[in-house]
């Protein structure tokens, strides 16, 4: 059982956990991530490491409630426990000799941008930031992510923030500057990700991509989380997840990513109507 000892909601959606796991926070490092499982009842999700800290033993994520899993996850407060939290697993991302970087988030993609992001920026490297966001109520980690660049430019669809803006807007404003990055990290919805491959492509710049697919075990075996990748089939879990950008085949993974999407809609119309239940009791 693994406790959970700072828990901290950012919006109705987003929420942040803070567990204790040595062995794991021991090991992790930016890019990686771990599975875990609310319950013995409960499905297996894959979740970034935020943050970890070797020496308290403990480890950050950051997750939006989409699903049944995430809802029960997001119930959860200090006090309560984990089953399991197993990890970190992944390979870390390669940083070393980086000195210019855009790091770009989507959305709840940016917490896993964030680690990269600080990792770059502690190693001496000048980080350009660029965080985008549906709206204003839906910013989180403003500030941290403002510590870990040189500079940062939040962006939101509606321009509720004042800066009405797609990543790949400002993306393209700083390439047009004449902005020469040695690498361009792109982490968030796949169509996201896609266009900002397509942003760069004619500046001949590297792309890194993060992919989150569906996973289950995490260990390469199931088959589920695979993508493909410059023709060949590749297992986000063990081969990644992080990708050359200019690799991944979007459209495919976007394709799967909706094969479950009615089922994940009556688990979680069944998980609401099991807590509407427990309240009337």
Avoid: W
């Amino acid at each position: 059982m693994y406790d959970i000892i700072e828990a901290m909601r950012y919006n109705p959606a987003v929420k942040r956990l803070t567990v204790n796991a040595p062995m794991v926070a021991r090991r992790a490092r930016p890019g990686q991530f771990v599975m875990l499982r609310v319950n013995d009842a409960g499905e297996r999700i894959p979740l970034t490491i935020a943050h970890s800290d070797p020496e308290s033993g403990a480890i950050t994520i950051i997750f939006q409630e989409v699903g049944k899993t995430t809802a029960m996850l997001g119930a959860l407060d200090v006090g309560d426990r984990l089953l399991d939290v197993v990890g970190p697993l992944g390979i870390p991302s390669h940083l070393d000799g980086m000195k210019k970087v855009c790091v770009i988030g989507g959305g709840l993609g940016c917490a896993i941008a964030y680690p990269q992001a600080k990792a770059l920026f502690d190693m001496g490297a000048e980080v350009d930031m660029i965080a985008g966001f549906r709206n204003r109520d839906l910013i989180f980690m403003e500030e941290e992510m403002r510590a870990a660049s040189s500079r940062l430019t939040v962006c939101t669809d509606d321009g509720s923030n004042g800066n009405r803006a797609l990543v790949t807007d400002i993306l393209k404003e700083y390439l047009e500057q004449g902005r020469a990055y040695d690498t361009i990290i792109a982490i968030g919805p796949l169509v996201m990700m896609k266009y900002v491959c397509l942003t760069a492509k004619p500046y001949d710049l590297p792309v890194i991509v993060s992919m989150n697919p569906i996973m289950v075990d995490g260990t390469g075996m199931c088959g589920c989380c695979r993508v493909t990748v410059d023709g060949q089939v590749k297992f986000a879990c063990v081969d990644g997840p992080d990708f050359d950008g200019y690799k991944v085949d979007y459209d495919e993974a976007m394709r799967r990513n909706q094969m479950y999407i009615q089922q994940e809609e009556r688990d979680m119309a069944a998980h609401r109507c099991q807590g509407e239940g427990q309240n009337h009791v």
